[in-house]
Structure formats: structure tokens, C-alpha cells
């Protein structure tokens, strides 16, 4: 016997067992039995008996009311506990749907990943870098066209994923749309800042002849970030922009003459151009100590404080990506996830 019946057997035998509806079975006995007795052995004329039994039969009427009124609390009490086990192992299976979509989002990660130095990146879930936010499923802030996510695409396409977050999970909801908006503005003072550093004087600093390529502002905004997220000042980042601009370089040929591009560290390249003239004699500009005294004096420059407040929105995205994490391995632990949906009243109606 499961648990639905022993609950409703139980009630039933609460109708019985109830000291009250004993007493009052008794009084129906008695109601029954004193009438016959009343007339036949005590003597009484029978109008005291007609008055009497009248009585009775009344007391008789209004005992089967309370009877019925009991039986019929009861019966409902039975079809409650129906409806709450039937309603309870719905939103059992329906959770275990929803879980599913808990786990895609975290990926590999495990509890215990969680809480170590270093996190196996699944790619499922945002994540920020010193110098860049990465989209959810690894698309990178920089060279990509794709929209940023704060979860993967392949969920947000899904029905069920967007039922957890309207009926059953609004704390998600909101951690995953302020990312996204953070990014979004995030996004706007880089281009902001990217456009304005390309604009400023710091680009006379540049040798003779050697412009600004298709990544110095990237270049120029990622270093910005970096000494302000960082433990490093701005001395160290322009060491590495010098050493790495004198040694890393590559010639493209294009027609009729030789482009040299220079790059300023070791992950980002196409920083400056130098269109090389036609008399051999000239040799190869010396970019590195340019780009070094570039990233020595970005913070004299009015974009500077763009690219700070950029990296303030960093450090809270990070703050959210982290809560985002740990609040869906708080989901995935959940018995049952609380909330109604539309899946859930179709259920109810089958």
C-alpha cells in the first residue's frame, strides 16, 4: 500500500474512530430503542408516546445530518491528500526536466570545482579574464560577431530553459540579464574608448611614417584594464610592449610595396603598421620604445577614465558570474524547484 493510501484509510478510519461520532451513534440507539420501551413498559398514554417518538425522529433527522456532515469532510480531506501527493510527484518530474537544463549550464563543473583556485572552463557559463569577458560557450568578447551570453545558445532556444527562468528560477533571470546588460555597457566604453585613443595625441609618439593598425585600440584598451585589475603597474605591461614589438613582427607584400606589422604583446597582434618606402637604405623603425612610453603615459590621457570605468563593470560581472555559479549549484541540490507553470496545469488536467 503506497503512501496516497494509507493516507486516505487512515481518514477514513478517523470517521469511526472519533470519539464524538461514537456518542453519537449511541444517541441514535437510544432514540431508536426508548420510544417502544417509553409506550409498551412505562405506561404512557399515546400522546406522550406520539410526542416522544416525534422528538426522537427528529433527534434522529438532525444526528444523520452531522453524520453526513462528517463523512463528507472526510471524503474531502481524502480527495485533498489525492490532489497534493498527485500535485507534489508533478512537480517531482517536472523539476527533474528543469535540473537537466540546471546541469547544461553549469557544464563540468562540480561543487567542489567551484570552490578551487582553478575552475576547468566548460564554456557554459560567462567568464572574466583580466583583460576580456568571455561569452557563455567560450565566443570571446574580441573577433567575434556573435551576441554576448550569459548562457549558452543552445539553451536559450529551448522551451524548458526559459520556463525555469520565468516561473521557477527568477533569481537566475536577473543575474543572467544584468550581466548581459553590464556587458552591453561594458561593450559601449570600449568602443567609445577605442575610438578616442585612435583620435589622441598618444599616436605622435609613433615613429615617423608608423600608424596605428586595426588593434591598437584593443591593444591599448586591454592594457588599461590590465593595470587597473591587476597587481602589475603600467611600468611592467610597457617592458612587455617593448621587448615584444622589437622581436615580434611579420611582412605582408602587398603589390607593390612591403607593410611591417608590430605587435605589442604576446596574444594580440597588428598594433602598428609601417608601409616600408622604397629606398632600401631605410631600415626598420624602432617601435618598441614608442609603444612602451604609450602604455607609460595612457593615464594622462581624458580616454583613460573610460577604460577605468570600463574595468569597474568588470570586477562587478565578475562578482555576478560567480553568484550566477554558485546559485545553480544551489539549484541542482534542490529537491523540488517551487513556482506554477503552464506544464504544470496541463499535467493537472490529464
Given at each position: 500500500?503506497?503512501?496516497?493510501?494509507?493516507?486516505?484509510?487512515?481518514?477514513?478510519?478517523?470517521?469511526?474512530?472519533?470519539?464524538?461520532?461514537?456518542?453519537?451513534?449511541?444517541?441514535?440507539?437510544?432514540?431508536?430503542?426508548?420510544?417502544?420501551?417509553?409506550?409498551?413498559?412505562?405506561?404512557?398514554?399515546?400522546?406522550?408516546?406520539?410526542?416522544?417518538?416525534?422528538?426522537?425522529?427528529?433527534?434522529?433527522?438532525?444526528?444523520?445530518?452531522?453524520?453526513?456532515?462528517?463523512?463528507?469532510?472526510?471524503?474531502?480531506?481524502?480527495?485533498?491528500?489525492?490532489?497534493?501527493?498527485?500535485?507534489?510527484?508533478?512537480?517531482?518530474?517536472?523539476?527533474?526536466?528543469?535540473?537537466?537544463?540546471?546541469?547544461?549550464?553549469?557544464?563540468?563543473?562540480?561543487?567542489?570545482?567551484?570552490?578551487?583556485?582553478?575552475?576547468?572552463?566548460?564554456?557554459?557559463?560567462?567568464?572574466?579574464?583580466?583583460?576580456?569577458?568571455?561569452?557563455?560557450?567560450?565566443?570571446?568578447?574580441?573577433?567575434?560577431?556573435?551576441?554576448?551570453?550569459?548562457?549558452?545558445?543552445?539553451?536559450?532556444?529551448?522551451?524548458?530553459?526559459?520556463?525555469?527562468?520565468?516561473?521557477?528560477?527568477?533569481?537566475?533571470?536577473?543575474?543572467?540579464?544584468?550581466?548581459?546588460?553590464?556587458?552591453?555597457?561594458?561593450?559601449?566604453?570600449?568602443?567609445?574608448?577605442?575610438?578616442?585613443?585612435?583620435?589622441?595625441?598618444?599616436?605622435?609618439?609613433?615613429?615617423?611614417?608608423?600608424?596605428?593598425?586595426?588593434?591598437?585600440?584593443?591593444?591599448?584598451?586591454?592594457?588599461?584594464?590590465?593595470?587597473?585589475?591587476?597587481?602589475?603597474?603600467?611600468?611592467?605591461?610597457?617592458?612587455?610592449?617593448?621587448?615584444?614589438?622589437?622581436?615580434?613582427?611579420?611582412?605582408?607584400?602587398?603589390?607593390?610595396?612591403?607593410?611591417w606589422y608590430f605587435s605589442g604583446d604576446n596574444s594580440t597582434e597588428l598594433v602598428v603598421k609601417w608601409n616600408r618606402p622604397s629606398n632600401p637604405k631605410i631600415g626598420k623603425p624602432n617601435v618598441g620604445p614608442s609603444l612602451e612610453n604609450i602604455v607609460l603615459s595612457l593615464d594622462e590621457h581624458p580616454s583613460y577614465s573610460t577604460g577605468k570605468e570600463a574595468a569597474t563593470i568588470m570586477d562587478s560581472i565578475a562578482e555576478d558570474c560567480k553568484e550566477l555559479e554558485e546559485t545553480l549549484i544551489e539549484y541542482r541540490g534542490r529537491m523540488v524547484y517551487p513556482g506554477d507553470c503552464k506544464?504544470?496545469?496541463?499535467?493537472?488536467?490529464?
Amino acid at each position: 500500500m503506497d503512501s496516497t493510501e494509507t493516507d486516505i484509510a487512515e481518514s477514513k478510519t478517523r470517521l469511526f474512530d472519533d470519539s464524538s461520532l461514537r456518542i453519537i451513534l449511541a444517541m441514535i440507539v437510544i432514540a431508536t430503542v426508548v420510544p417502544p420501551i417509553g409506550y409498551k413498559y412505562l405506561n404512557l398514554g399515546e400522546g406522550y408516546a406520539n410526542i416522544l417518538l416525534g422528538s426522537t425522529q427528529t433527534m434522529a433527522s438532525i444526528i444523520l445530518i452531522l453524520v453526513t456532515w462528517k463523512y463528507t469532510q472526510s471524503t474531502r480531506e481524502s480527495v485533498d491528500i489525492l490532489y497534493k501527493q498527485h500535485r507534489h510527484k508533478q512537480q517531482q518530474e517536472h523539476t527533474e526536466i528543469l535540473r537537466k537544463r540546471v546541469e547544461h549550464w553549469l557544464g563540468d563543473r562540480n561543487e567542489k570545482m567551484a570552490r578551487a583556485e582553478r575552475i576547468p572552463d566548460s564554456g557554459t557559463l560567462p567568464r572574466v579574464t583580466t583583460t576580456s569577458i568571455e561569452s557563455a560557450k567560450g565566443e570571446s568578447l574580441y573577433g567575434h560577431d556573435s551576441i554576448f551570453r550569459a548562457a549558452p545558445r543552445f539553451l536559450e532556444e529551448d522551451r524548458y530553459f526559459q520556463d525555469l527562468l520565468d516561473y521557477h528560477a527568477s533569481d537566475l533571470r536577473e543575474l543572467k540579464d544584468e550581466i548581459e546588460e553590464k556587458h552591453e555597457k561594458f561593450d559601449t566604453l570600449r568602443q567609445q574608448f577605442e575610438a578616442e585613443i585612435i583620435n589622441d595625441k598618444v599616436c605622435e609618439i609613433l615613429p615617423s611614417g608608423v600608424q596605428p593598425a586595426r588593434n591598437f585600440g584593443e591593444w591599448a584598451f586591454c592594457k588599461v584594464l590590465a593595470i587597473e585589475r591587476s597587481n602589475n603597474d603600467a611600468s611592467y605591461y610597457a617592458d612587455i610592449a617593448k621587448s615584444v614589438a622589437e622581436n615580434k613582427y611579420h611582412i605582408n607584400d602587398h603589390k607593390d610595396k612591403e607593410v611591417w606589422y608590430f605587435s605589442g604583446d604576446n596574444s594580440t597582434e597588428l598594433v602598428v603598421k609601417w608601409n616600408r618606402p622604397s629606398n632600401p637604405k631605410i631600415g626598420k623603425p624602432n617601435v618598441g620604445p614608442s609603444l612602451e612610453n604609450i602604455v607609460l603615459s595612457l593615464d594622462e590621457h581624458p580616454s583613460y577614465s573610460t577604460g577605468k570605468e570600463a574595468a569597474t563593470i568588470m570586477d562587478s560581472i565578475a562578482e555576478d558570474c560567480k553568484e550566477l555559479e554558485e546559485t545553480l549549484i544551489e539549484y541542482r541540490g534542490r529537491m523540488v524547484y517551487p513556482g506554477d507553470c503552464k506544464y504544470l496545469e496541463e499535467s493537472s488536467l490529464s
